[in-house]
């Protein structure tokens, strides 16, 4: 799970260009601490907070207030999003491109979400972990191998990377070294990851909760 799979539009930046006080009438409207701003050609520039424009004069433009620089690439991936958001105490994510042109934001309800998902891993069911070239990448061929052992995918998760694909899956049995057997005759990489999801999971949902009872103090 990347950046760019968790972001989204539902939020607009702001426009260098507008006044502080239109854009403390913005956040306060979305319900968030922080907003993206960026320029007519949609270059990234920061995130302004709440504070920030409140504490300039409401006349003023936006960029004539500080602004930080606070935003993850598109590729990278949900602990290290999570991470972001927990240091910064932050309500939105900036989510950019390796040209800093503004690609989206995430959003605690985001992240939330992604957890929500999560869950189905705390139910009976082995945890795989396929890495593949990306070119050979078929979750078509994947999906059939793991039926040929009367098995499903209960729920999928997918990384990529130049070069390389990362597939995270939950099948709806235990009984997986057959399947991980036939993966690898396939080519693919593949092995357990039951007990390092479920720790990994655990320790970053912990993090999103010590952050939204912050946020809701």
Request: charged share 20%.
């Amino acid at each position: 799970m990347t950046a760019a799979d968790l972001q989204t539009n539902n939020i607009s930046p702001l426009l260098n260009t507008e006044l502080c006080y239109l854009a403390i009438e913005k956040i306060k409207d979305a319900n968030i601490f922080q907003i993206p701003v960026i320029n007519k050609e949609n270059k990234y520039l920061g995130i302004v907070s709440l504070d920030q424009l409140t504490s300039c004069n409401t006349e003023k433009k936006i960029e004539d207030c500080e602004l930080s620089q606070i935003f993850v690439l598109e590729n990278q991936t949900i602990f290290e999003i999570i991470e972001i958001f927990y240091s910064k105490k932050l309500s939105i994510l900036p989510v950019i491109t390796n040209e800093q042109k503004y690609f989206g934001l995430i959003t605690i309800e985001n992240i939330n979400s992604y957890f929500a998902k999560l869950s189905s891993f705390k139910y009976p069911g082995s945890i795989l972990r396929i890495i593949t070239d990306i070119t050979s990448y078929s979750i078509v061929e994947i999906a059939q191998i793991i039926e040929l052992h009367n098995a499903k995918i209960l729920l999928l998760f997918t990384n990529f990377t130049n070069s390389q694909a990362t597939i995270i899956l939950k099948l709806n049995t235990l009984e997986s070294e057959k399947i991980i057997d036939t993966l690898i005759r396939y080519n693919y990489e593949a092995s357990e990851f039951n007990n390092e999801i479920n720790e990994l999971s655990e320790f970053y949902k912990k993090r999103i909760d010590s952050l939204i009872s912050y946020m809701n103090i």
